[in-house]
């Protein structure tokens, strides 16, 4: 069974930080390339950042210059650092195993709980 478990989300002040974690099972880790999404309240859910099984990545315009997504293969785990944070970046963040169709990624597996997020003073 597939399990992806998303960490360190929290309450942050604008301009702050968080690193938030997602440890995923070895059988989708190591072969998948992995996506962090994200869902506001009344909007869908929108892919923030991925990165390939080889380290490429692509960000979401919103990420860019801001966000950092990472992976540590013999941890199966992987991160999104958040800087500069904004009241629009508050969600719900969610980790996913993802499948590149032509420009578009698709996430493979069923959601985790996620892992708020919240920016405000």
């Known amino acids: 069974q597939v399990q992806l478990v998303e960490s360190g989300g929290g309450l942050v002040q604008p301009g702050g930080s968080l690193r938030l974690s997602c440890v995923a099972s070895?059988?989708?880790?190591?072969?998948?390339?992995m996506g962090w999404y994200r869902q506001a309240p009344g909007k869908e859910r929108e892919l923030v950042a991925v990165?390939?099984?080889?380290?490429?990545?692509n960000y979401a315009d919103s990420a860019k210059g801001r966000f950092t997504i990472s992976r540590d293969n013999a941890k199966k785990t992987v991160y999104l650092q958040m800087n500069s944070l904004k009241p629009e970046d508050t969600a719900v963040y969610y980790c996913?195993?993802?499948?590149?169709?032509?420009?578009?990624?698709?996430?493979?597996?069923?959601w985790g709980q996620g892992t708020q997020v919240t920016v405000s003073s």
């Open positions: 996913n195993a993802v499948s590149s169709g032509g420009s578009t990624w698709y996430p493979l597996y069923s």
């Open positions: 990165i390939t099984s080889s380290g490429r990545i």
């Open positions: 070895r059988m989708i880790f190591s072969i998948n390339a």
